[in-house]
């Protein structure tokens, strides 16, 4: 075995030292938020929290989960999420696949319809118009069917699509295998990469989305959980809703935004371990070619 150069050693060295240094610099406004969101009212105005909860309180925490409201909206979350995840993967991987068909005729037009939208689009009074005109308001659909196709995930699709051997599918024809068969039984199988990186994504995506709700629901009802927090934020709902006291109200003005960042991002954060794997061999072999 080939001894390291002292060279070498320092460049690890240093390269250790950085990386550590971007790790902490990444994870100190994460471990603060979480701090803030325990810590009390005096403590967070004179800006006494760091990294440790300082004068604990779980007050707005607990306002938020004997709300009704909150879970009925986080109920919606995790169902507008779901379908429209689902919808936008199916639409996303059968657009990517047959553009990733050399062969296909008026491929070059597709891709262009597709790389235009990234670009341009109607407006957001057309779309309001249109989504009205097609019933679409107060339902699901209407925030899965308008933000169903990311141009970037289908080009990094497209791309990965376009890697794999062209000699398994012509084997899978052969052996009498229908287009979808290939699809669903040879391509899907050998792109669990991509498509975990892409259901991140877009799940993500529709997790955060809080205007399409806004804008085209009329209940609160069927508000995601995003809208209720940003009205606890704006004091549009919130504590005294609850039946909170003037105190309580002060210290869920003091941190809600600390509380509504972690009740957001932890239902991700659970998630991310589980795909993690793919993420980064799904981006760069979609990416990459060679």
Known sequence: MVKP??????????????????????????VNIIARSFSGERQIRAGEVTLWPKGFNLTT????????????????TVLYTVVATAVAMVLTTCYAYVLSKKHLKGRTALVGI??????????????????????????????????????FNLLVMKAFFESLPTELEEAAQI????????????????????????????????????????????????????????????????????????DQLSQVGANIQAVTIVLTALPIICVYPFVQRYFVSGVMLGAVKG
């Open 61 to 76: 925490y607990k306002i938020v989960f004997q709300d009704s409201m909150f879970w009925r909206n986080y109920g919606n």
């Open 114 to 151: 597709a790389v235009f939208t990234m670009f341009f689009t109607g407006g957001l009074i057309p779309q309001y118009v249109l989504i009205t005109s097609l019933g679409l308001k107060n339902s699901v659909w209407a925030i899965a069917l308008p933000n169903a196709i990311s141009v």
């Open 175 to 246: 052996d009498g295998l229908s287009t979808y068969g290939i699809l669903l039984r040879i391509v899907l199988p050998l792109s669990k990469a991509v498509v975990a990186t892409m259901v991140l994504f877009y799940s993500v995506s529709f997790w955060n989305s809080w205007f399409s709700a806004f804008l085209y629901m009329d209940s609160s009802d069927l508000m995601p959980v995003t809208v209720y927090l940003r009205n606890m934020i704006q004091g549009a709902t919130g504590g005294s809703n609850a039946g909170a006291t003037t």
């Open 5 to 30: 150069s002292r060279s070498y050693r320092v460049f690890q060295g240093v390269n250790g030292v950085v990386l550590s240094l971007v790790v902490l610099v990444t994870l100190y406004p994460f």
